[in-house]
């Protein structure tokens, strides 16, 4: 690859409510790259098959339980994506751009945009709050109030009396902050510290293809099979014949018996691989698959 491509996780808040089904639609990424901005969309399952008709993209395969429209939260060329289910498929409409091109690709479908005049811009400052939280009064400085005490009266005629004006709320009780959760990279951290090293490289180049790569073997060897996917998913989309991610895919694909689509890529592995034994390796667990699957 000439050069690195900017990539941004469009936040849906329709995506983000609650896990998707196995075959629908649950990962859209923004890409910008020279001759303009792309567009990933994950499915749960593989299509099968893509026709563009009428401005529509109809993608064969996946499905939705009910049609949809998606705004996007960040800054993009299009102002929003509409999903709606239809006979053996769903269909995609990008309100506000032209789909130029639309290409199958292993986990989902990337699309070209008719937006080459299309640049993301840079990210806005975080501003912290200038004001802090006061906590309410607590009850126990109420309580320390006579009660025979008159009401208070706030005009300067009928002043409170001395004994209110001195109260002082009690301070608050420390509330220690919840724990966040574990994060993914820090679960495969704690199976293999080497993994901390693989997050914090991401944190400096989110767009590097070897390191999502990397945490996608991390995740995995954590056990974590479903973000480990999307991760090596991720990096098929931008470079179809990464062969480490296509043997990490691969291998899940195999466990979770999908086994043609597999054997598909550890033949990619085998043509990308570094050195001959992997080469070599890849290749058998193609054979075998084969084999397997009667293909």
Known sequence: MNARPHICLIALAALSLSAPAQAQLHDVLLVEREGGPHLWLAFGRQPAALL?????????????????????ASPAPFAGLRLAPEAGGVSITLDGVAISTAELRAGGVWLTLDAAGWTAPPPAPIAAASTPFAPPRPPAAVANARADAPPADPSPSNPAPEQT???????????????????????????????????????????????????????????????????????????????????????????????????????????????????????????????????
């Open 165 to 295: 004006q001195a109260l002082s709320p009690a301070p608050a009780p420390a509330i220690p902050a919840p724990e966040a959760p574990a994060t993914p990279a820090a679960r495969a951290a704690a199976v293999n510290p080497a993994c901390a090293g693989v997050a914090e490289e991401l944190e400096d180049a989110p767009w590097d293809l070897d390191l999502i790569a990397a945490q996608g073997a991390c995740l995995a060897q954590a056990g974590d099979s479903a973000d480990a996917r999307v991760q090596y998913e991720r990096v098929l989309a931008f470079e179809p014949e990464h062969a480490r991610a296509a043997l990490g895919l691969a291998r899940l694909q195999e466990a979770a018996g999908e086994l043609t689509a597999a054997a598909e890529l550890y033949e990619i592995a085998a043509r990308n691989a570094r050195t001959d034994g992997e080469a070599l390796e890849a290749m058998a667990a193609a054979r075998r698959l084969r084999e397997a699957s009667g293909g």
């Open 52 to 72: 563009m008709e009428g401005g529509a993209l109809h993608v064969i395969g996946v499905d939705a339980e009910a049609a949809r429209s998606i705004i996007p």
